[in-house]
Structure formats: C-alpha cells, structure tokens
C-alpha cells in the first residue's frame, strides 16, 4: 500500500502523474484527503480522494508515503497532524518516504535529511536542514526519494515503482510512456 496525501493546493501533475505510473506498476495506491475528502489542487483541479486521512491505517501493508508539492499544498501538509504521523511512522518502520518539488521542506523539517543527499524545488534548498543538496531530478539515499518539481513527476514515480518492483518493470513502464528526450 502506498498513500499519496492531497491537501488544498496541492501540485496536481506531481500527484497524479506518480498515482498513474504507481498503478501502471501495479501497485496498490490510495490518495488520502488532507482536511478533505474532495481536495482542490493549486492549478484549481478538483481531486476526489480515495480515502480521508481518518480513515488512514498505518500497518504492515504501508511500504510508501508519498507528498507531492505545491503551494499552498506543502504547508498544508505540514501542519496535518496525520501526516506528521504518517512521516513519523514510515521513517521508524524504514519504509519509503517520498516527496516533491517543496514537500522535501517538511522533511527537512523534522531533520530527515541531515547528512542524506536530497533535491527539492529551486529556492527550497535553505528548508532541507543538513542535507547534501543534490542538483539530480530525482534523488534516492536510503528510504528517502526527493525529487525537483512537475517536470520530474513521472522520474519521481519510476524511481518509486523501481524500489517497490523491480528495475525492469520500472523500465517497462518507462518504454510504455513514450518519454520525449529530446
């Protein structure tokens, strides 16, 4: 089971784009309302959740959490009790904690990221207290992905679909998206 939290505001390509490739992946993914079950992403997409955060069930089935950026997003997720709870409980049962574009802030919050290697959205560097700031897309160090912003979702994703599955699945789906590189 991965949770992907959606609070108002949040970036909905950063989301939704790493709910689609997780599927793709076959892998279980439920959005949990922050606040809401019906959230409003910051570019005014209405996202019904799947489920809302008092119904989340933190057990052995979890292997991610997932915090797409935004803004307001980010700071919503921030202040939610259950999503503090949440990070708290991945980071002690070492399953994945996952976040993007301005999320890695809250990360870097709670001291998550001393001494990782870790990327966020440019101007957050100052947030992500005690990490090697990385200037990669998308960053793994130990049971930590980071990643840029919009335009890495899909990477952020795979990279996600790469430690949960396997390589060449990741790579499969990669092949099946018809990435533009240029």
Not at 41 to 62: F, M, R, T, W, Y
Request: charged share 25%; net charge negative; hydrophobic share 45%.
């Amino acid at each position: 089971m991965i949770y992907v939290f959606l609070a108002p505001g949040f970036e909905e390509i950063e989301a939704l784009a790493v709910v689609d490739v997780l599927r793709r992946a076959e892998l279980e993914v439920l959005t949990v309302g922050v606040g809401e079950d019906f959230v409003i992403g910051s570019h005014q997409i209405p996202v019904a959740c799947d489920i809302a955060e008092k119904n989340l069930i933190l057990d052995e089935k979890v292997e991610a959490i997932v915090l797409p950026g935004g803004m307001p997003g980010t700071l919503n997720l921030e202040k939610s009790e259950t999503v503090q709870k949440a990070i708290d409980w991945a980071t002690e049962n070492e399953k994945l904690v996952c976040a993007i574009c301005a999320a890695p802030s809250i990360l870097g919050h709670k001291g998550l990221l001393n001494g990782k290697n870790s990327t966020c959205f440019p101007g957050f560097e100052d947030e992500l207290f005690g990490a090697e700031i990385s200037k990669d897309y998308v960053v793994k160090d130990g049971n930590i992905i980071t990643a840029r912003g919009m335009g890495s979702a899909i990477e952020f994703g795979l990279q996600i679909a790469e430690v949960l599955t396997t390589k060449e699945n990741a790579q499969k789906i990669r092949a099946s998206l018809q990435i533009y590189n240029g």
